[in-house]
């Protein structure tokens, strides 16, 4: 069964620390999604990756970096969290232009 | 804009039909529609997805108008286990998913 696993399900952090998150898969993706999503307004794209090394950026990627060094490997950095309403990160991977499969989740609060 | 138009929330009674609709009247000729489902504290699962003719699989039928402007998601047996935020969504790009906030669906006992 394809999987992608995000590092945690739950994380608490406080106002400016540095956030990492990290999401493996183990299905030989090429390409490879963050996406935030908050209360009311479903889930909205921060970066992808189409394959090693490479990122594009995007709709909300200010204040967020993201690494992929390995294929099956995608983090995404939050340089400084801030005090907003708990959102859920989600990772997901895709074979070209087929379906997604995504992870279950990384529930982030800052206090 | 590649968002699609859903309805916020719709009901629907167990053992019943639902029917789920989604206006897409910017789609171009070689946008997949796709629909996803995701359940409460879990990530988005794959449903179905089309791009000209009807399609059925196990879990869901999807209805697609003849000049691919709206489509329609089709659960022919709503159970308490279906209900979900659904989201419709058309291929933007080769890869890359747009989503918009989705159908709420309430199923009653």
């Known amino acids: 069964d394809v999987k992608v696993t995000q590092s945690s399900r739950y994380l608490v952090k406080r106002t400016g620390e540095k956030v990492f998150l990290e999401c493996v898969q183990d299905?030989?993706?090429?390409?490879m999604f963050w996406y935030r999503q908050d209360p009311g307004l479903g889930l909205r794209l921060i970066y992808f990756s189409y394959d090693v090394k490479m990122k594009e950026k995007g709709d909300i990627p200010e204040g967020y970096s993201v690494s992929r060094e390995k294929k099956e490997r995608f983090s995404l950095i939050l340089e400084s969290a801030s005090t907003n309403p708990t959102s859920m990160y989600l990772c997901a991977s895709s074979l070209v232009s087929l379906g997604y499969t995504f992870g279950s989740g990384t529930r982030l609060t800052v206090v | 804009d590649a968002k699609t138009t859903q309805p916020n929330s719709m009901e629907s009674n167990e053992e019943e039909p639902v029917h789920l609709p989604c206006n897409h009247s910017?789609?171009?000729?070689?946008?997949?529609i796709h629909w996803y489902r995701q359940l409460p504290s879990q990530g988005p699962e794959y449903v179905i997805h089309g791009l000209t003719s009807n399609v059925n699989n196990r879990m869901a039928s999807l209805a697609i108008a003849e000049d691919r402007k709206s489509s329609t998601l089709i659960l022919h047996r709503a159970t308490l286990r279906d209900a979900a935020v659904y989201y419709c969504i058309r291929g933007a790009g080769t890869y890359k998913y747009i989503f918009g906030t989705g159908t709420r669906l309430k199923v009653l006992a």
């Open positions: 910017t789609i171009s000729g070689t946008d997949y």
């Open positions: 299905m030989d993706h090429e390409n």
